[in-house]
């Protein structure tokens, strides 16, 4: 049974229990490709064999693991080589430590189990901080055991709050694109600026005045006897 310090030992022990079962496919090979109409037979038996080995060597290792390991992502995987990673990736420090706490007691050197819980806290990440100021707010103490199932716990907390978050920010993103999009919809096409048409005049066909200001009408009606018309200011 895995207790959170005997990694190596409860993993060596699987792989021997599974390979004398003849169960240990789904460990050593990946998963073959997915049936489809035009699958030959061979290859029918050879993901039967695999999707077999792959749903026992599952239930025997979950069925040798405390549900506070566990952990919420590794009860959602499927696949016996992932769950097996999972696992490791989880234990490996705890596992490292336990180690050389034997080998400082193989020297006559005694580590009392706070210490160690002690030692685990300290190597514990940055985003555990908060995990650590809690425990040693507290008056109850952990055993190492404790601590590694309360880690696993935490976690997977961590894990949630990172993904929710991310949830919220892009949904956050998305409404604020459609408030924006509303709003500019509400406004209406933009008004394109009008263009200033140029000016000509159509005595002398000109550009830059009107023909009632054009010196050349005056004098053309001058010449002609008309009335003399009003010059512009």
Not at 82 to 93: C, G, I, M, P
Request: aromatic share 8%.
């Amino acid at each position: 049974m895995l207790n959170g310090t005997n990694f190596k030992e409860w993993k060596r022990h699987v792989l021997i229990v599974l390979g004398c079962m003849d169960i240990d496919l789904a460990l050593r090979q990946e998963q073959p490709a997915p049936l489809t109409a035009d699958s030959i037979p061979d290859a029918k038996m050879d993901f039967e064999r695999w999707d077999r080995s792959n749903r026992m060597s599952l239930m025997i290792m979950k069925h040798s693991i405390p549900e506070a390991f566990r952990g919420t992502e590794s009860e959602e995987i499927t696949q016996a080589k992932s769950f097996l990673d999972d696992l490791e990736q989880r234990f490996a420090k705890n596992d490292k430590m336990f180690h050389l706490a034997s080998k400082l007691k193989a020297l006559k050197i005694e580590l009392s189990e706070d210490l160690l819980v002690l030692m685990v806290l300290v190597s514990l990440p940055a985003q555990f901080n908060q995990f650590k100021i809690s425990y040693n707010c507290q008056k109850e103490k952990w055993t190492l055991n404790e601590l590694i199932s309360h880690c696993v716990q935490e976690e997977d907390r961590l894990k949630r709050d990172k993904t929710e978050s991310a949830h919220l920010a892009s949904a956050s993103k998305d409404k604020g694109k459609k408030r924006m999009y509303q709003n500019e919809a509400a406004k209406g096409p933009a008004q394109k600026k009008q263009e200033r048409v140029p000016i000509n005049c159509y005595f002398c066909e000109k550009p830059g005045h009107l023909k009632k200001d054009c010196t050349k009408y005056h004098a053309w009606r001058a010449k002609k006897g008309l009335p003399e018309l009003p010059k512009a200011k």
